[in-house]
């Protein structure tokens, strides 16, 4: 008689783990929205607490109403943060940073201290790249 062979599976998925170098994996569309300028500046004005779409609008110079709606879905859709609506006359709506959201405050803090940090060498780089053409 032959041998027989068994093959043993497990109902266990393995943990997602995403690849941003490969091209259809979803973590890029992660980084397309973390890596965003205004994401960056939506989550630093709302560190300190919830905010109302004319008070991020404010504290935000130069992003657009329709921007700031559309980032604003995206950041909710994505879990980063949460809109609340409360039933008053008129009604109120405020954002807050979900846990999430939080998480994302301290790696997008280190890049504007970068930015900061590296302001005169990155402008002197371009002013020097921008003369020798």
């Not at 004005?45 to 559309?70: N, P």
């Amino acid at each position: 008689m032959g041998r027989r062979h068994f093959v043993v599976t497990t109902s266990v998925e393995p943990p997602l783990r995403g690849s941003p170098y490969r091209a259809g994996c979803p973590t890029r569309r992660i980084l397309d929205r973390i890596g965003d300028r205004w994401t960056v500046l939506i989550v630093g004005a709302l560190w300190d607490g919830s905010a109302r779409f004319s008070e991020l609008r404010r504290r935000i110079e130069g992003i657009s109403q329709k921007m700031l709606t559309q980032t604003l879905r995206g950041l909710e859709r994505d879990g980063l943060v949460r809109r609340t609506v409360y039933p008053e006359v008129p009604v109120r709506v405020e954002y807050t940073l979900t846990e999430a959201g939080r998480s994302l405050r301290e790696p997008l803090r280190a890049l504007e201290e970068w930015s900061i940090t590296h302001l005169g060498d990155v402008s002197a780089s371009q002013e020097a790249y921008d003369r020798a053409d």
